[in-house]
């Protein structure tokens, strides 16, 4: 049923348009926001040791994700 029309997210992200992108990130950003990192490796982690974090930005991403497609 959904031959040749399934994109992993990755993909699906790195296809949006600029102005889509920027909507992405601001909204990743307001979430993140009140992290101190220095790299992604520190904000991968600290993200990954945060199980709240992990689950606000999941939500934030399966209800943007639909709304783009």
Known sequence: MTRGQFK???QIL??????K???L???ATS???NLKWTDA?????QVMRDQAMRQKL???LTTYIP???
Do not use: F, R
């Not at 790195?14 to 102005?19: Q, R």
């Not at 490796?41 to 982690?45: A, K, M, N, P």
């Open 8 to 10: 992993v997210v990755p």
């Open 21 to 23: 992108k920027q909507k």
């Open 25 to 27: 990130i601001e909204e």
């Open 31 to 33: 979430i993140i926001s």
């Open 41 to 45: 490796v520190q904000l991968i982690d």
């Open 14 to 19: 790195m296809e949006l348009p600029p102005a």
């Open 67 to 69: 709304m783009i497609l």
């Open 58 to 60: 999941l939500a934030m």
